[in-house]
């Protein structure tokens, strides 16, 4: 069974930058397009950025020029390094790839004070 395990969230003042990681078992890692989605209180769950197997990316206009992903099929692992971080960006933050394919993981909080 595919297991999806997300880290490195926390509470950082705004401003200030933080490096996600999601860790997928399994040997598929390196087909799927991968992609971060967040869910902020009260709010829908919504895709923030994708990674395809090959490395091209796409992001929400609100993260675009502060977030950067990337991934390493090597390590099954795909990141997310966000920097100018904003009150807003305050959500669970969790990875799975860009149709759902894998269970959920446990997500990562990411708290930015103002």
């Known amino acids: 069974q595919v297991q999806v395990v997300e880290s490195g969230g926390g509470l950082v003042q705004a401003g200030g930058s933080l490096r996600l990681s999601c860790a997928v078992s399994g040997s598929a890692f390196s087909i799927y397009t991968m992609a971060w989605y967040r869910q902020a209180p009260g709010k829908q769950r919504e895709l923030v950025a994708s990674v395809t197997s090959s490395g091209g990316t796409n992001y929400i206009y609100s993260v675009k020029g502060r977030f950067t992903i990337s991934r390493d099929n090597a390590k099954n692992t795909m990141y997310l390094q966000m920097n100018s971080l904003k009150p807003e960006d305050t959500a669970v933050y969790y990875c799975?790839?860009?149709?759902?394919?894998?269970?959920w993981g446990p997500g990562t909080q990411v708290t930015v004070s103002s």
């Open positions: 799975n790839t860009n149709t759902w394919r894998l269970d």
